[in-house]
C-alpha cells in the first residue's frame, strides 16, 4: 500500500532493515537457520512442508508487541526471540506435544538495526532448537513498532492431546517449573533500580527469557495428565480455566508454593510486595500445570501443589488452602483491563 | 509487561474491545467460527489440532499493517479480515495445497470497536470457507495499530509440493487469474476521487479483497506444474524469483496479458498512469504464476502467457516480448524500497 510507517528516529550505528532492504535481510535471516529432519521444505518458497507423523498437527500463535510484551531498552533483540519461541513452545508442550516448526511474522520500523533482526533470529532459533522445532519460515513487513507474531506447530506422537477440560474430582494439581519468578522479574524492571536488578539478576531474566520445561509436557501426558495448560496468565487465573473447562473446583495447597515463595521473598521484600501476588498471579510464567490421576508416576520435576475436587455449584473455583490471608492484588493478566 | 500502548482516540458509537475485556471478545469471536470435519480441536485450548492425512503440513504466514497494507477508512473490517485470509491461502495454493486451518494474531487498541473485530472475524472465516478452510485459533493483544498476523496450514492431499525451482527450458508460463487489479485499485484509492472509485468499483474492490482462484493450485499441480508461486509482488519480479530458483530465463508474451491491459486500461487513462506498470508490476493480486510443460493439459481458468527459455548468464532474466517500449516504473514492491 501506499502509506508510509514512521521510522522511530533511533540512531544507528550500522545497516538498518531499511538500508539493508527486505530481499537481502530475509537472506541474511534465512542463511541462520538450520533445518531439522522434519523440514521437508524450508524458507524460501510460499510456504514451508513440515513432516507430521502421525497426520495431526498441533497449531498455536502468539504476537508480541513493542512496549507492551518487551522493551527494547530491557530486552536485547536474543531475549525477545527466546521468548517468543518459548511462550508458542510452552502452548504446543501444554497439549503434550512435542514442538516441530515455527514461523515468523516481523514488523518492524525501517530503522531497525539489521543486528537487532538477526538478534531476534538466533533467539528464535535457539529457543526452537531447545524445544526441538526449527524456524521454518517467516514474513517482514514494515510497522512503527516492532510486532513479532510466531506460529508453533506440534507432534502429538501418536497420543491424544491434553485438553483443559479433562480433569476429575481426585486428581492432583501439578505443577512442572517455577512460578512468579517472571512476575518478580517485571516488577523488578519496572522499578529500573541497577542495585536491585542486579542483586536479583536471575529474576530479572526469568522475565526477559522463561525457560519452560518442554519435555514436561509429553511426559505428563504419557503419565496420563487428564488436563494442562501452560501458566501465562497466572496460576490462580489458569487454574480458574482448567476448573471451569472440567467443571470441577480445585484446591491449591499454598505449603506446597512455599519454595516458590521463598524464590521471589526477597525481591518481594526489596519492592515492598507481595510474593504470593507474583507466585499466584504472575503471568509469562510458561509453568506447565495439569492434573494427573492419584498413583500416575511423576515426571521428573513435576511437582504436587493441590488437588481437584467435585464442583461445589457449576465448577470453576479455585481455593488457595493454608494462606495467611494476604491481599492477592492482581489474579491474572487482561490484555484490556485498566 | 506493564507499559500502557496508547489510544488512537476515535469516537466509539459501540462497544470496543477494551470496554468488552480480552476473553469477552475472544468468546464472541470463536462463536463466529465454525469448524471443519479436518478440525480434531478448535478454539479455546493452549492449541487447535488438525488433521494432516498425508503426514506433512504446508504453513506460511503473512502479517498485515495498518496503514501500511489497509487502511480503516478504505477497507471495512471483513474486507482486512477475507484480504488477511486470502493472502494466505493463495501461498499454500501456490505449492499445489488445499488449505485447511488458520491462526490469526490480533494486535490493536483498546478503543478498536468490538464491530471490527467480529467484521475481522467474519471476512476471515468466510474467505477461509472459500478456500476449505477454518479459523481455528488466535491470539488477541494490545498494540497502537492494527496488526493483522495470519498463519495458514495445507494439504498437499500425497502430492509433492510445487516449488519454484522446477521450470525447465521448453515449458509454458500459465497464469491463474488477473493482472494489474489490485495495483489498479490502490491507484484509485490513493486518488481518492468519489467519481473515479464509483466508475471503477470492480478495481477498486479487488484491491480490498483479492479474489484467488484457490482451486487453480492443486489443478496445477496435478497437470504437472514444475514451478508454481503466487502474484504477491509484481508479475515480473515474482516470475523473476521463479528463472532465477529455476536457473532458467522467461519470455513473457505481452499479447497474452492485452486482456489484463484492457480491464485496467480505462482507470490507467482516467488517472493518467500506465495500465502495463499495473499488469507486469502491481503486487498483491494473489493470481497464480506457473510453468507447465508443453502438452501438460490446461485446468479451467489457467492461460498462457509466455514460455521458459535456456538461461542466458545464469538464469534470472525476465522478458516482455511485444511490449511497446513504455516505461515500467514499478517492477515490484519491497516492503522497505524508498
Not at 528516529?9 to 538500508?19: E, M, Y
Not at 526477597?266 to 507481595?274: D, I, N, T
Not at 461445589?312 to 483491563?337: E, F, I, K, N
Amino acid at each position: 500500500m501506499g502509506a508510509e510507517g514512521q521510522d522511530s528516529g533511533l540512531d544507528l550505528a550500522g545497516p538498518s532493515i531499511g538500508t539493508t532492504g527486505e530481499f537481502a535481510v530475509l537472506r541474511q535471516v534465512t542463511a541462520r537457520l538450520p533445518q531439522g529432519p522434519g523440514v521437508l521444505v524450508g524458507p524460501g518458497d510460499d510456504a514451508a512442508v513440515v513432516a507430521a507423523p502421525d497426520a495431526r498437527v498441533v497449531v498455536t500463535t502468539d504476537v508480541l508487541v513493542e512496549d507492551v510484551h518487551f522493551r527494547r531498552d530491557w530486552s536485547s533483540a536474543y531475549e525477545v526471540g527466546r521468548k517468543a519461541a518459548a511462550q508458542n513452545c510452552a502452548d504446543v508442550a501444554a497439549m503434550g506435544a512435542r514442538a516441530t516448526a515455527l514461523v515468523v511474522g516481523l514488523s518492524a520500523p525501517r530503522d531497525l538495526p539489521l543486528d537487532w533482526a538477526t538478534g531476534l533470529t538466533d533467539g528464535l532459533r535457539d529457543e526452537s532448537a531447545r524445544a526441538g522445532a526449527s524456524v521454518v519460515g517467516g514474513d517482514m513487513t514494515r510497522g512503527e513498532r516492532v510486532v513479532v507474531s510466531v506460529t508453533a506447530l506440534g507432534d502429538l506422537e501418536g497420543r491424544a492431546p491434553v485438553l483443559r477440560s479433562g480433569a476429575r474430582p481426585g486428581d492432583l494439581v501439578v505443577v512442572a517449573g517455577a512460578l512468579g519468578t517472571s512476575a518478580a522479574g517485571l516488577a523488578l524492571h519496572l522499578r529500573g533500580d541497577a542495585a536491585l536488578l542486579e542483586s536479583w539478576a536471575a529474576l530479572a531474566a526469568a522475565h526477559r527469557v522463561p525457560v519452560p520445561d518442554y519435555a514436561a509436557g509429553p511426559a505428563l501426558a504419557r503419565a496420563g495428565a487428564t488436563a494442562m495448560l501452560d501458566v501465562s496468565d497466572g496460576l490462580l487465573q489458569d487454574l480458574g480455566h482448567v476448573a471451569a473447562a472440567s467443571g470441577v473446583d480445585l484446591v491449591v495447597d499454598a505449603a506446597a508454593l512455599e519454595p516458590d515463595l521463598e524464590r521471589v521473598g526477597g525481591a518481594a521484600a526489596a519492592l515492598g510486595e507481595q510474593g504470593w501476588d507474583w507466585v499466584l498471579g504472575g503471568g509469562e510464567e510458561h509453568a506447565l500445570a495439569a492434573t494427573l490421576p492419584p498413583g500416575a508416576p511423576l515426571p521428573h520435576g513435576v511437582r504436587v501443589v493441590g488437588r481437584v475436587v467435585a464442583a461445589s455449584a457449576g465448577g470453576g473455583v479455585v481455593t488457595v488452602a493454608g494462606l495467611a490471608p494476604v491481599r492477592v492484588v492482581r489474579r491474572g493478566w487482561d490484555h484490556y483491563a485498566r
